[in-house]
């Protein structure tokens, strides 16, 4: 039967000499080397526990000199490690998200690992790890805000590899501070070992620090290559400094790929009327390339172009950001200061998370309806084909978010299926309406499949009325902001046709009042005002006003 490993903790004397407190005694298993390896990690903890975290902090520079000695070359690394780092496709706004996941990770591992290694060492005896578990968990939460606020998560931070390793060493010695301040509060000093402590602080920082450069290797890598994808963006810009914007690192940096770009006159006689010609056309692809923001480059000093820009762009729901011109970037050479990135011009209708927020009600909502109403559907789809010939379901375009054209879904209530240039909108006592389709109309019955559409994610259970494609156009061409609808998904149910303006209209002030409302619903939006629309749906369903 083995027996514990034996106390071989010794001390220091005065004259530098090792005193071991006794012989250890024989262990069958072990052999000289094994008892050499424990004295030296026994001296290494009995220091540390004196001379305190400067020597961890010593020891981990010292470390990580050495590596940068014997390491790869960027050159080198970059043939070795590239075949394979090209085969790894991540998106640009993933990276930061994994890398502090892993930076957690790591700090309840080497938590854990410190406490462990500490007691076999000192002790010969295996400790409860629960508390090592604890410490690890908020270490990691007090690093994890430390590291977010000193922007260590964000891509460029990788970029800068002496200023990232200075801001891991500020960020982990005030993490050590917090913790130890929380365990002398709480008086959880005496569950843990001071020394385990430290040995976890070392082992932490050096894990980190190591990590953080294997990390910042790879994605200088990532970027030569081709394996990091930014957000995909269109560039919009004069052609002097367009000019100046062609290296894809410098994009890549910023987080963007060039999808497209489109070069505005720079004539003075040219500028208004072509240069809406082109930024219609930019608008355009960008639908068509499927872009997620555009990007200007511009002469910061040339306000009223800019003004001009601005304000043809808010025809797009994509956010616009601005590039530093060049008089800008020639500031910030030969500084020591951050060179300055985008500035927001435009921000989108609703940031990711409210976009998020706004899905899953709808997923949520248009699930749970479509279950309780099936057994509705049903009936009212055989009543449709006994009343009339034709198909259950009518199919007519629609323009949604960004002008992207989708089919929406209807129940048949004409003897008609228009879906051209030129349709009529419905009007009291329409002779095209079959005798069921009134009382599908009347009771709004006949927009339940678009609880299909929602699922699609083609519209939302809240948001602008879709409209014909003939009627976008005609209004479009009547009303200036009548575009701007189409900044958010079209909706089931709006804001305003809760405040009385539904169904036909017959003069343009009543549509000019209805994109009035719909403009306000977007530059409003909240959780709490899509399910007050929903509530005041129903009582407007009761009321059936303008329903014909």
């Given at each position: 039967?083995?027996r ?12 530098g ?19 050499c ?20 902090v010593?020891?981990?520079?010292g470390?990580?000199r050495?590596i ?9 690394a970059?043939?070795?490690?590239g075949p394979f780092?090209?085969?790894l496709?991540w ?9 502090a ?5 790591l700090t309840i ?9 500490y ?6 005896t295996?400790?409860?790890l629960?508390?090592?578990f604890?410490?690890g ?12 606020n000193a922007?260590?998560y964000?891509?460029?931070?990788w ?11 500020a960020?982990?010695?005030g ?5 130890s ?6 008086k959880?000093?005496?569950e843990?070992?001071?020394?385990a402590?430290v040995?976890?602080?070392g ?5 980190l ?11 200088r890598i ?8 930014g957000?995909r ?8 400094e367009l ?31 072509r240069c ?10 960008s ?5 997620d ?7 910061w ?24 011109d ?6 910030w ?14 921000r ?10 706004k ?5 949520a ?9 099936l ?6 789809a055989v009543l449709?084909?006994l ?18 054209v ?17 349709i009529?909108?419905?009007r ?44 976008d ?20 149910t ?28 977007i530059?409003?939006w909240?959780a709490a ?9 129903v ?6 006003r303008?329903?014909?």
């Amino acid at each position: 039967m083995r027996r514990p490993i034996p106390n071989l903790v010794g001390a220091v004397s005065n004259d530098g000499a090792w005193r071991s407190r006794g012989r250890a005694p024989e262990i069958p298993w072990a052999v000289p080397r094994h008892r050499c390896v424990a004295n030296t990690l026994n001296l290494t903890i009995n220091v540390v526990e004196r001379c305190g975290i400067g020597v961890v902090v010593l020891s981990t520079v010292g470390l990580l000199r050495c590596i940068r000695v014997i390491g790869f070359s960027h050159r080198d690394a970059v043939s070795f490690l590239g075949p394979f780092v090209r085969r790894l496709r991540w998106s640009y706004d993933a990276i930061g998200p994994l890398v502090a996941l892993s930076d957690g990770l790591l700090t309840i591992l080497t938590s854990v690992l410190g406490g462990l290694l500490y007691h076999l060492a000192a002790f010969g005896t295996f400790p409860e790890l629960d508390p090592y578990f604890a410490i690890g968990i908020l270490a990691m939460l007090a690093y994890q805000l430390i590291a977010w606020n000193a922007g260590l998560y964000r891509v460029t931070a990788w970029l800068e590899p002496q200023r990232n390793y200075g801001l891991i060493l500020a960020s982990w010695f005030g993490t050590f501070l917090l913790l130890s301040l929380f365990l002398f509060l709480l008086k959880l000093g005496s569950e843990v070992s001071r020394g385990a402590v430290v040995t976890f602080a070392g082992l932490a920082l050096s894990a980190l620090v190591g990590w953080r450069m294997a990390v910042g290797r790879w994605v200088r890598i990532g970027f030569e290559v081709g394996s990091i994808r930014g957000r995909r963006a269109m560039l919009i810009g004069t052609p002097g400094e367009l000019a100046t914007v062609k290296s894809r690192q410098r994009l890549l940096a910023l987080g963007l790929t060039e999808v497209d770009r489109h070069a505005l006159p720079h004539e003075e006689a040219e500028f208004g009327c072509r240069c809406r010609e082109v930024l219609e056309l930019a608008i355009k692809r960008s639908r068509e390339c499927q872009a997620d923001e555009v990007i200007l480059a511009l002469p910061w000093g040339n306000i009223e172009q800019l003004t001009f820009v601005r304000e043809c762009l808010r025809a797009s729901p994509l956010p616009v950001r601005l590039l530093p011109d060049h008089f800008v970037r020639t500031i910030w050479q030969g500084t020591r200061s951050a060179a300055p990135t985008l500035v927001d011009i435009q921000r989108a209708p609703l940031s990711r998370f409210e976009q998020a927020t706004k899905r899953m009600l709808d997923i949520a909502g248009a699930g749970a309806a479509l279950l309780f109403f099936l057994p509705l559907l049903l009936v009212v789809a055989v009543l449709i084909k006994l009343d009339s010939a034709g198909p259950v379901i009518f199919r007519q375009r629609r323009k949604g978010f960004n002008g992207r054209v989708f089919d929406i879904f209807k129940f048949r209530t004409m003897r008609v299926m228009e879906n051209g240039q030129k349709i009529m909108q419905a009007r009291r006592r329409d002779p095209r309406v079959t005798r069921l389709g009134r009382f599908l109309r009347a009771s709004s019955i006949d927009e339940l499949p678009q609880l299909l559409n929602v699922l699609k994610g083609d519209m939302s259970l809240v948001g602008p009325r879709p409209h014909a494609i003939a009627h976008d156009d005609q209004y479009g061409a009547l009303i200036g902001e009548y575009a701007l609808r189409h900044n958010v998904k079209p909706g089931i149910t709006g804001w305003a046709q809760v405040n009385g303006f539904r169904g036909e209209t017959r003069h343009l002030e009543l549509m000019r009042k209805r994109v009035e409302l719909d403009l306000w619903y977007i530059d409003n939006w909240t959780a709490a005002l899509d399910l007050q629309i929903l509530l005041r749906t129903v009582v407007e369903l009761l009321r059936r006003r303008n329903a014909y």
